[in-house]
């Protein structure tokens, strides 16, 4: 490939949508500038060492010198796992990628799952580029727009200024909806991008401060600039190597990454990158940026995928890997063998291993207590404290999903507050997977079973692969 790399994109890929939710209550980790975990902050409660492990992993990805490195967050159903992980992604800084995949999204019939674990990989490394560009900026003194009669066509002229000189600009239709739309108005100073054609107001300028004593308290003041119109000025952004693969892979480049549709990337592509990143590596023209992939239930994977990340871990470029399981000993996908929380113990061996453990009363009174504010629901202390009793004998997940379902409830009823009969009434609604499990080994028959066998009504058997009914009567 003789073409140049482009880095440029305009838009940032939205991942883990789905994920928010549930988790929408948690802003951080809710440490203290220690790292020390705080009870109960930025909507985090207990589960205070894994939270502080965690602290101890944003460490380690800010000082961004540690990469290729395998964390395991093991523990039992809504024990907070993915809550952490959230939890650590919203405390990264706005430059370090963090990319959220469950073990499941792998296998699809679009990618294979090495490419589709490539591209996770390459998503969650960012590198921040060093560029210099051209940039016009000065203050305006006049703008003049001249419009045809017909309204379709627009010209116009732009004259800006420095303490040293003047100049005029023509305009184009581009440039006036620009600064239309950055509402320019004389007296501003601005900065013009020259290869975009991006306008930023950069503030008021204080020769003009005396017209202005209209404005409100926000207006920013600056001094007119010095010198020449046209500057060179060195910008720096940052954008993953997967979007850097994207632009550079395919004519249509960034449009790819809007509709998501990237295919699979060759990996011609993919090593010349790697080799041009190095390079500018080594030339100081960008720093690379490790961030965190987070893949949870990662039990989902199976061993060939185990074997990837295995060997991904020790490429040049590789993000902290966060995984996720519920599992306990348990058979690897793939093959025949059982292995703790479902992994090769190669893997397993590699990794460093946090655990979250069950709630308390108290903790899982406050956790509901936040999702109750979250959803906008008022419980009253009944409400609450049988809640409370609820998620210590089911699940926390059970009970938090009871919140909304309580608060339908209690509309019917006119009520904006839950109370404890309604409470009530969505336990007696909805089964918990306790009584579920009892409800299906008190009435096995009437279910379709492994063989494929059904009882319908009151004992009309269904055999399956017989043509003949059988009705015992
Ligand atoms: N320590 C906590 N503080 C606040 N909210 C929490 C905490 N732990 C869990 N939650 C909330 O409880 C619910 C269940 O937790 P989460 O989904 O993180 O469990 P999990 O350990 O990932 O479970 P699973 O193994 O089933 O995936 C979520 O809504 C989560 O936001
Ligand atoms: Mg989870």
């Known amino acids: 490939m003789s073409a140049p790399i482009t880095t440029k994109v305009q838009s940032k890929e939205l991942n883990g949508l789905s994920l928010i939710a549930a988790h929408s ?39 961004g010198k540690i990469a290729g490195r395998a964390v395991l967050v093991a523990g ?44 996770a990989f390459r998503k969650s490394i960012g590198i921040k580029i060093k560029e210099e560009t051209e940039i016009i900026e000065g203050e305006v003194v006049e703008i003049q727009i001249d419009r045809s009669i017909t309204g379709g066509h627009k010209q116009g002229k732009l004259t800006i200024k420095t303490t040293d000189m003047e100049t005029i600009y023509e305009l184009g239709n581009k440039m006036i909806e620009g600064l239309t739309k950055e509402k320019v108005l004389a007296g501003d100073v601005i900065s013009i991008d020259k290869a975009s054609g991006k306008i930023t107001k950069l503030g008021k300028s204080f020769t003009r401060a005396r017209d202005y ?30 979007e850097i693969d994207v632009i550079n892979s395919r004519q249509q480049g960034f449009l790819a990454l809007f509709s998501g549709d990237t295919g699979e990337i060759r990996s011609e592509v993919r090593d ?32 060939e995928c185990f074997s990837f990340i295995n060997r991904a871990l020790e490429d040049d470029f590789s993000p902290i890997v966060m995984m996720a399981t519920n599992r306990g000993i348990s058979r690897t996908r793939g093959t025949d063998y059982k292995s703790p929380h479902g992994m090769p113990a190669d893997l397993l061996d590699r990794s460093i ?19 109750a504010t979250e959803e906008e629901v ?8 049988l809640l409370t009793k609820i998620g210590q004998e089911t699940s926390l997940r059970y009970a938090s999903n ?38 299906l080994e008190e009435n096995a028959s009437q279910f379709i079973d492994d063989n494929g066998d059904v009882t319908f009504g009151y004992g009309a058997t269904v055999e399956a692969n017989s043509d003949k009914m059988e009705v015992e009567a």
């Open 25 to 63: 209550h948690i802003s951080g980790l809710g440490l203290d500038e220690n790292l020390r975990p705080k009870e109960s902050a930025q909507g985090m409660v207990g589960q205070l060492k894994a939270r502080r492990a965690a602290g101890v992993i944003l460490k380690m990805v800010e000082a």
């Open 76 to 119: 039992p159903p809504s024990t907070g796992k993915t809550a952490i992980a959230m939890g650590l992604s919203q405390s990264l800084g706005e430059d370090v990628p963090f990319t959220a995949i469950a073990g499941s999204e792998v296998f699809s019939l679009e990618l294979s799952k090495t490419e589709s674990l490539t591209q």
């Open 213 to 242: 004593d209209a404005m409100g308290p926000e207006t920013k003041f600056v001094q007119c600039p010095e010198g020449e119109l046209q500057k060179r000025k060195e910008v720096v952004h940052t954008v993953s190597l997967h």
């Open 272 to 303: 010349q990158i790697n080799t041009k990143v190095a390079e500018w590596k080594e030339e100081g023209k960008a720093e690379i940026v490790p961030g965190v992939l987070f893949i949870d239930e990662v039990h989902m994977l199976d061993i």
């Open 353 to 371: 291993i946090i655990h979250t453990a069950p709630y308390n009363a108290d903790e899982i009174r406050t956790i509901l207590s936040i999702r």
């Open 378 to 385: 008022e419980l009253t202390a009944d409400a609450i404290a």
């Open 402 to 439: 009871l919140i909304s379902v309580a608060q339908q409830i209690a509309l019917k009823r006119r009520s904006n507050a839950v109370d404890l009969e309604d409470i009530k009434r969505g336990y007696m609604l909805f089964f918990d997977s306790d009584r579920s499990v009892q409800y």
